[in-house]
């Protein structure tokens, strides 16, 4: 055999595994395309916003802890309005109303809340049935109703939301001195002046809408 027969096998199998390989990148290169396509078409995560949760169920009057408290990071989407995010200030207030378990806490469910915009005030409405206040809960609507000792009883607000409970009878700024417990409403300013003005001259009680 000559030196040039014997050189023909060797450079063909050079050539096949030359061809093996080339095909071998082609196609990680193929797929590597592929992966970075899909990664390039993903949408970015949202935004996110870290809230205040309960641990544990709540109940109305408690004055929380850091072990009542936890963090989350959520998506701000899902982000309830005046949501809490600092659970350090959140410690030694109370709670308005019950509170379920992993809830997000808002600045509605800890201590005498605020007016959620211009025009509007949170105002005390004494009723004259603790047992009415127990039925109520935060973000209800209700018609408050008048009885007077003569005359008929009279609608004095329409679908005012309420925005403060009484706390447990044994605490509570809230929850009354023996002429029936408090509960804050948010209404616009003459409602508010129109219900003092009744509460003076009668017994107040609502309706749930």
């Not at 095909?23 to 899909?38: C, P, Q």
């Not at 659970?87 to 997000?104: E, K, M």
């Not at 001195?177 to 219900?195: I, K, N, W, Y």
């Amino acid at each position: 055999m000559t030196r040039t027969s014997a050189k023909r096998p060797f450079l063909h199998d050079l050539g096949r595994a030359l061809s093996w390989h080339r095909r071998k990148i082609a196609v990680i290169a193929a797929v590597a395309a592929v992966l970075t396509g899909i990664s390039a078409a993903r949408s970015p995560a949202p935004p996110t916003l870290s809230v205040v949760r309960a641990v544990r169920q709540l109940s109305a009057g408690q004055v929380l802890s850091a072990g009542d408290l936890r963090t989350e990071a959520l998506p701000r989407s899902a982000v309830p309005a005046q949501a809490l995010t600092d659970p350090d200030a959140v410690v030694g207030s109370a709670v308005n109303a019950p509170i379920a378990a992993d809830q997000v806490l808002t600045e509605l469910d800890l201590g005498v809340p605020r007016a959620s915009g211009p025009g509007l005030v949170v105002a005390p409405l004494r009723l004259a049935d603790a047992r009415v206040a127990g039925l109520l809960r935060v973000g209800d609507r209700v018609d408050v109703i008048a009885a007077r000792d003569s005359g008929p009883s009279a609608v004095v607000a329409h679908s005012v939301l309420v925005v403060g409970l009484p706390a447990p009878a044994d605490g509570g700024a809230l929850a009354g001195d023996g002429s029936g417990p408090l509960v804050l409403v948010e209404v616009d300013l003459a409602t508010a002046t129109r219900l003092d003005d009744t509460g003076g001259s009668g017994r107040l009680t609502v309706v749930l809408r």
